[in-house]
């Protein structure tokens, strides 16, 4: 898989029906390894590893409903009180950032009333604070660690 701009980190694979398969431990599974889930898993060990957050408020891959249709969001970290801190939303590499990944994530925060949001591809990061007085969002260098 594609070096990401990431640290580095270790994950477990194996191969089952001629595919690569690569352990979340946030699920507790095997997963088939596609060029989006390399960027979820570098992204959960992002934020357990480099950001300090317990492995217990993060989620990954879950439905959610969305204006009678049925979403997934990439990942979502809740405060201590079960509000939501953060959503992530996951490209592929090969998949550039644009207004229509701001305008998806933005759509699933309708929803969800997070505090931050980053989008990825695992090469390009960005990261953003909710200001929900003035109905934007505003652009951030990195997101807060956890307290």
Request: proline residues 4%.
């Amino acid at each position: 898989m594609q070096k990401l701009n990431f640290p580095q980190y270790s994950f477990r694979f194996k191969s089952s029906e001629n595919k690569t398969l690569v352990f979340d431990e946030i699920r507790k599974k095997f997963v088939v390894l596609t060029p989006e889930e390399w960027v979820r898993l570098h992204v959960v060990q992002f934020l357990l590893h480099q950001k300090n957050y317990p492995k217990s408020l993060i989620n990954v891959e879950k439905q959610l409903k969305l204006n009678k249709t049925t979403k997934r969001y990439d990942i979502v970290v809740f405060n201590n009180d079960g509000s939501i801190f953060l959503i992530v939303e996951c490209k592929a590499p090969s998949i550039p950032i644009t207004q229509i990944t701001f305008d998806q994530i933005a759509r699933y925060n309708l929803a969800l009333n997070a505090s931050f949001l980053m989008v990825t591809n695992g090469l390009e990061h960005y990261y953003c604070q909710m200001d929900y007085e003035n109905e934007r969002y505003v652009f951030l260098k990195d997101i807060p660690n956890y307290k």
